[in-house]
């Protein structure tokens, strides 16, 4: 008999809410913001507060280069269902706040000369680090989606951070810690106390009941390994 084995991997994905159903205002509206923020392919849930054609609506978002994967219970779950599209319950409502402070350096990359080929400007990059002095609170989250987030007091349980980059709690983190969203497995997660509803790096998730009860409450740093695991680390001070 065949061994079949369910692990645990969550997948990471934006959502799209759209007052709109004209298209031509979706596109000039999303494609910059895709293309600056977001790696091809990025996983795409649909909601909407407006009556849409959901077939050309998945139509138009893959032609801004990502995948629309489901749309969220709503306006489009008729239509959803009638073509056998995943229908999503909505999420707990989170309230996205600004950071205290937010550093940009811009990154310039240089691209690779190829004989014969005309020299092409290097594109810059910029990589946004927010730092967040206060503690977050219940129902709050702070999403950086262009690099690292560093909160100098501890998250409540039911708060949320993420980050495309690493993470770095100086105190309690009680919440939900997603650091690497958008594919980044080398980003990391450092905390001074651990007792997450749930840790995850690219996708790579443990909830609260799997988090190694050696490092519950501890300093510890979390990264994946090369078999894509991730390992708690105990920090000593």
Do not use: W
């Not at 008999?1 to 979706?26: F, Y």
């Not at 990502?66 to 239509?79: I, N, Y």
């Not at 509803?197 to 390994?225: F, R, W």
């Amino acid at each position: 008999m065949a061994e079949i084995r369910i692990k645990g991997r969550m997948v990471n994905a934006i959502r799209i809410s759209l007052d709109t159903n004209d298209h031509d205002v979706i596109r000039q509206q999303l494609a910059p913001k895709l293309s600056t923020a977001f790696p091809p392919g990025t996983l795409v849930v649909i909601e909407s507060s407006v009556e849409q054609e959901l077939i050309a609506l998945i139509q138009l978002l893959i032609s801004l280069d990502v995948q629309p994967m489901a749309v969220t219970e709503g306006l489009l779950g008729d239509q959803a269902r009638s073509i056998q599209f995943p229908v999503l319950p909505p999420d707990r409502q989170l309230q996205e706040i600004k950071a205290t402070k937010e550093q940009v350096v811009e990154l310039k990359v240089e691209p690779k000369v190829q004989a014969n080929v005309e020299a092409v400007a290097a594109p810059v990059i910029a990589h946004v680090t927010s730092y967040h002095d206060e503690i977050l609170r219940t129902g709050q989250c702070i999403v950086q989606n262009q690099g690292d987030i560093i909160i100098s007091a501890g998250i409540n349980s039911g708060s949320e951070v993420i980050a495309s980059g690493n993470i770095h709690i100086y105190g309690s983190a009680r919440g939900r810690v997603i650091a690497g969203a958008g594919g980044n497995t080398a980003a990391r997660i450092f905390c001074h106390a651990l007792e997450a509803e749930l840790v995850s790096i690219s996708g790579t998730y443990c909830v609260a009941d799997d988090i190694p009860q050696d490092v519950v409450k501890k300093p510890v740093h979390i990264y994946l390994n090369d078999q894509q695991e991730l390992v708690f680390e105990a920090l000593q001070f």
